[in-house]
């Protein structure tokens, strides 16, 4: 309606056919992402994507190594990185006021659905149902799989931990400089062929970084998240901190130290991290004068790597023994059906 001229396209392909794209937006459900976005990025094309930047692990390498190639501006659009909130934890974290970080624990709850009834359908007249479909496997369409429920089943989402894990996991990468875990392990209930579970937990260990210690990550998530952590209440999520010398729970707006007497009269270090012009603004600036992006693909792809890396271990039944520069689970050469995936004839993105 505010641009009556704009051209509207069903099928992506057709908007590089235009020779004046500055770059393109992607807010696909996840398994379309890196559809679009590699052929962006091939084309040197700057990209603004939707967390989780892919819908598997080799997806999200493979941008961020098309990226490296084509330098061109990315962002991924976890936009809580960019709330000032975020860069007063990560300097109170990195001041050393807890001491040294060496347990995380990260969670997120509700909002996870079950598919009792799939009843398939004629689409609307209004819904391009191949185009949508685009890479996964073809199946008839249903409501149950459509609008927001694609998010709870394998074939176009990875549930909770994938719709919300590079909004809080984000925090502790940032903080600890963390980048590749060594070792993966989640718990949950029986393991669905199609569809993501109700709750979830997943266990990360990340190595040292410098001086910095080595780190367990753990992520909740839907009906297994915490109520308490270290004898403290928590909400339905947020992130803890537990350092050698306190804890600090924070979520996107807020953030408090512990023991609560200890820090009664705790003074933040002066803010060193800049606030940011906004994330959707990062992006389009950096488009026009080459400035910085915050969330990169280059960041944001590892993020992206590490969270998926929770549904492959869940799914596989097994401890995951992590070879990052590799991409491979070197304990369990099965995963690498789960690592990459199988793609519908003519969508296949290499």
Known sequence: RKHPGAKRVTDYREVFEASNIDGIVCSTPDHMHAVVVSAALKRGLPVYCEKPLTHSVYEARLLRQLNAQARVPTQMGNQIHSGANYRRVVEIVRSGAIGAVERVHVWQGGGVRSFPNVKPSDPPKHIHYDQWIGPAPFRPYSDAHFHFN?????????????????????????????????????????????????????????????????????????????????????????????????????????????????????????????NSIGHHAEWIKACKDGSPTTCNFDYSGALTETVLLGTVAYRLGKTLDWDAANLTATNAPEAAKLINKEYRKGWEVV
């Not at 940032?174 to 709750?199: D, N």
């Not at 952590?229 to 600090?248: C, L, S």
């Open 150 to 274: 694609w998010r709870y089943w394998w074939d176009f989402g990875g549930g909770q931990l994938a719709d919300f894990g590079c909004h809080f996991m984000d925090l502790p990468f940032w903080a600890l400089e963390l980048r590749h875990p060594t070792k993966v392990a989640a718990e949950g209930p029986k393991v669905h062929p199609e569809t993501c579970p109700l709750g979830l937990i997943v266990r990360y260990d990340f190595p040292a970084r410098g001086s910095m210690p080595p780190v367990k990550l753990t992520w909740y998530d839907g009906d297994l998240i915490p109520k308490k952590i270290a004898d403290q209440p928590v909400p339905a999520n947020g992130v803890m901190f537990v350092g050698t010398d306190g804890m600090m729970f924070a979520d996107y707006s807020r953030y408090r130290l512990f023991p609560t007497d200890k820090f009664a009269s705790f003074k933040a270090p002066a803010e060193s991290i800049p």
